[in-house]
């Protein structure tokens, strides 16, 4: 990782006024209409950002929707009242109990299908085929008959995933209006996929991992003004930069930093990512109203992030990023001859830091067998030498066929 200094700052964030800049640091609505009904207390609203050429306007603060909402409504009651209005889930989140939650939720209150922004997945497709079938149960299991924006590639890997027979699929979608928007997600090999899109023409949204570790990387960075100045508009998840194994101390010494504020961890990484008007949301997976809460916060709050809070964050960043995976799965699988670590030890991660088994077996199981069959006993001695944040990947991946086969 690179020392976060004011030039980095700069490049990451963007500064007003400074000549040369193509965005603005810390963008705040133009128009600030009081919609204060008479009779009625004012709500400090969710603010909002434009997602890229869609010109779809969309909350900063995006809820994640990745466990079981059938029998817990209660964020999607209260991002729906607070203006989080943006949903994401995918086709293979809680086994599809997320979309069915949602299609709960519009049973009850079907005048608000038209005021949600619906995000969705297709968990697992590896052709149309798949994408037709998985948006269709999508359609069923959320009572509706579109969806906003499409990820038609879940965990995108590599440019090559981006074929011709992808780009007519997502035009057809578009045209039949079963889609309004189509993108991809990624997790690993972020810059290839970010530069490959870019330069693709067709897509629209990206959903890829950025947060305050990731944003110290020059290499990302170059590859998130890429995809912006191509006009794609970029969600950020992964915010919380969360690792089993090294969570705790970084948010140990990101409250030392920020407590004094106002301000827990999670406000904090929130707050770093939103400063870079670059992203138009960032989605944070939240079960609770409580988290919800806490979360919002970060998106209504007067403070701004100075430069010596992101110099702080970039100094936490470098000091544990060993044991944090960043993506950079291009490097592990060359040396190991495996292209699915990066795979497994994010399922790994859904199981120890997020607490979502069944979405963690899910995941791992979308790895070929042959490849899942070597985590239980190959040595990957030679990708952990290969690795820049000396990952212990040999324990991790054994760990994760343990855990979750």
């Not at 509706?144 to 890997?157: C, F, V």
Request: with cysteine; hydrophobic share 35%; glycine share 6%.
């Amino acid at each position: 990782m690179t020392d976060f200094n004011r030039r980095n700052f700069i490049k990451a964030v963007g500064a007003a006024g400074v000549a040369g800049t193509s965005y603005k640091v810390y963008a705040e609505p133009k128009d600030k209409k009081d919609c204060k009904k008479k009779g009625e207390e004012k709500k400090s609203p969710v603010l909002q950002r434009t997602l890229g050429k869609t010109g779809l306007k969309v909350p900063t603060l995006a809820p994640g929707i990745m466990y079981n909402a059938v029998n817990n409504q209660s964020v999607l009651l209260a991002s729906s009242m607070k203006g989080a209005n943006y949903w994401d889930t995918a086709h293979g989140y809680a086994g599809g109990n997320s979309e069915l939650g949602i299609g709960k939720f519009f049973e009850r209150k079907p005048e608000l299908r038209k005021k949600i922004i619906i995000a969705s997945k297709a968990s697992g497709a590896r052709d149309n085929a798949g994408r037709d079938d998985r948006l269709q149960t999508s359609f069923k299991r959320m009572n509706t008959d579109y969806i906003d924006i499409y990820y038609g590639i879940h965990a995108m890997s590599r440019p090559e995933q981006l074929t011709d027979e992808l780009k007519e699929w997502a035009q057809k979608a578009k045209e039949e209006k079963k889609i309004k928007f189509f993108g991809i997600t990624t997790h690993s090999n972020i810059e290839e996929c970010l530069h490959a899109c870019a330069e693709s023409g067709y897509i629209d949204a990206i959903m890829c991992s950025y947060n305050f570790k990731l944003m110290q990387q020059d290499k990302m960075n170059k590859a998130v003004e890429a995809a912006n100045k191509a006009g794609i508009g970029l969600v950020a998840m992964k915010v919380m930069a969360r690792n089993a194994d090294i969570e705790k101390d970084d948010d140990k010494n990101i409250a030392s930093q920020f407590l004094e504020k106002g301000m827990t961890p999670a406000q904090a990484k929130i707050k770093a990512i939103l400063s870079d008007d670059r992203f138009a949301s960032a989605c944070v997976g939240m079960k609770s109203v409580k988290e919800f809460s806490e979360n919002l916060k970060a998106v209504l709050r007067d403070e701004k992030l100075s430069f010596s809070d992101h110099q702080k964050l970039g100094e936490i960043a470098k000091a544990n990023c060993d044991g944090y995976c960043a993506g950079c799965s291009e490097i592990c699988s060359k040396a190991s001859g495996n292209p699915y670590i990066a795979d497994a030890m994010r399922a790994l991660m859904y199981n120890d830091s997020y607490g979502e088994h069944e979405m963690a077996v899910e995941t791992f199981s979308e790895i070929p067998t042959a490849y899942r069959q070597q985590f239980a006993s190959a040595d990957f001695s030679a990708a952990e030498r290969a690795c820049p944040n000396n990952i212990p990947i040999t324990e991790l991946v054994s760990r994760a066929a343990d855990k979750l086969a």
